[in-house]
């Protein structure tokens, strides 16, 4: 039989693992979740519509191999065209004739990768107060961050892949 000492002891170092077990199994947890943040700063309905092409296939791939995944677009610049109907006259991202005409159908692609495949939507809130706009006027789903030059850094300091539609 061992000495009360040496079974303490043991019995101190069983504890701590076993608080410690849930959380070296949540790293691990986190280390398979695939984490890609796209970034949107542009003005193009083309482009735009390309990206959002890229992230349904993306995420369609995941999704059919049972793969966890993070997927989040940062809106900033002109970005913010194409997270609200408002048409943002006098302000740098007025909509044009090209976003009039698309902007039914990229709203509806671009919802529908939130709010079905739980993809994350955050607007940089510099962007937003500099030009005034109402956050009652963002489609639903949008979050507001503080910068998203920012917010896309720290993603990637997070361990997420970025990814920039040309």
């Known amino acids: ?31 398979d979740v695939v984490k890609v943040v796209y970034h949107a700063d542009f003005a193009d309905p083309r482009r735009f519509s390309a990206m959002l092409t890229s992230i349904h296939n993306m995420v369609t791939h995941y999704e059919n191999e049972m793969v966890d995944y993070d997927v989040r677009i940062v809106f900033v ?9 408002d048409k943002l006259e006098k302000t740098p991202f007025v909509e044009d004739a090209a976003l009039a005409e698309r902007r039914e159908n990229l709203k509806g692609r671009l919802t529908s ?9 955050e607007l940089c809130d510099i962007t937003r107060s500099q030009v005034g706009l109402d956050e009652a006027t963002l489609y639903e789903g ?25």
């Open 142 to 166: 949008v979050e507001s961050v503080p910068s998203g030059v920012v917010q896309v850094t720290d993603l990637q300091r997070k361990g997420f892949a970025y990814i920039k539609v040309e």
């Open 77 to 85: 610049a002109h970005g913010l065209r194409f997270v609200t109907d």
């Open 1 to 31: 039989m061992l000495p009360a000492r040496i079974s303490a002891i043991i019995a101190l170092f069983a504890f701590i693992i076993w608080f410690n077990l849930p959380s070296a199994f949540a790293d691990e947890a986190d280390d």
């Open 113 to 121: 990768l939130n709010q079905v495949m739980s993809v994350g939507l």
